[in-house]
């Protein structure tokens, strides 16, 4: 089944504490993206990578780190997390670019106390 | 880019069509639009996209104006998995997208 998967699902940390959400899709798709999402502000870009070794920051990038070293993996990285960073993340993956169907994970809830 | 204005809710009766209006009047040329939804705290799911022409699929019609300043989506027969967040979105073709607040549709039994 196509599909794009994020683990973990769900997170409590404290602050400081490094954490890495994963993120692989199974589709060989080029485009991937990470969004946040928080109440009153909607869906926001946090970064994007159009192929290997290609990443982009996007509207909100401060505070985290990406890496593509594989087509089908594109992880979120929190160095040193912060209260301000709890939120619902969604990756996402399309065929090429953002202008494509892009196909959404199920979501990992974050809580860093 | 060109901003969408959408309602912030509507409601549909179960069966019946959910047409959801969507106002681009700074559309330029080149942009596409988009609609998206999400059914609660899901992932974002794509509908359709369109240019110009009206387009249909399996899940949705998209009907744009002619001077492309307005777009409706159409469900034709809502039930109440459709009751979600719909976005619709306008961007240059392969720019990034930008999800606003959308319209909560709610589908009445």
């Known amino acids: 089944e196509a599909q794009v998967t994020q683990n973990p699902r769900y997170l409590i940390t404290v602050t400081g504490k490094k954490l890495t959400v994963t993120c692989s899709q199974n589709?060989?798709?080029?485009?991937m993206s990470w969004y946040r999402q928080d109440p009153g502000l909607g869906l926001r870009q946090i970064y994007y990578s159009m192929n290997v070794e290609v990443t982009d920051k996007g509207d909100v990038p401060e505070g985290y780190k990406v890496s593509r070293k594989e087509k089908r993996n594109f992880p979120l990285i929190l160095e040193s997390p912060s209260p301000n960073q709890t939120s619902l993340y969604f990756c996402a993956s399309s065929l090429q670019g953002a202008g494509e169907t892009q196909y959404f994970g199920p979501g990992t809830r974050l809580l860093v106390l | 880019d060109a901003k969408t204005t959408q309602p912030t809710s509507m409601d549909c009766a179960e069966g019946r069509a959910a047409n959801l209006p969507c106002n681009h009047s700074t559309i330029s040329g080149n942009e596409y639009v988009y609609w998206y939804r999400q059914i609660h705290s899901q992932g974002p799911q794509y509908i359709i996209h369109?240019?110009?022409n009206n387009e249909t699929n399996e899940m949705a019609s998209l009907i744009i104006t002619e001077d492309r300043k307005s777009s409706t989506l159409i469900l034709p027969h809502a039930t109440l998995r459709d009751t979600a967040v719909y976005y619709c979105i306008v961007r240059p073709y392969l720019r990034q997208l930008t999800f606003g607040s959308g319209t909560q549709l709610t589908v009445l039994p």
């Open positions: 369109g240019l110009k």
């Open positions: 589709m060989n798709h080029e485009y």
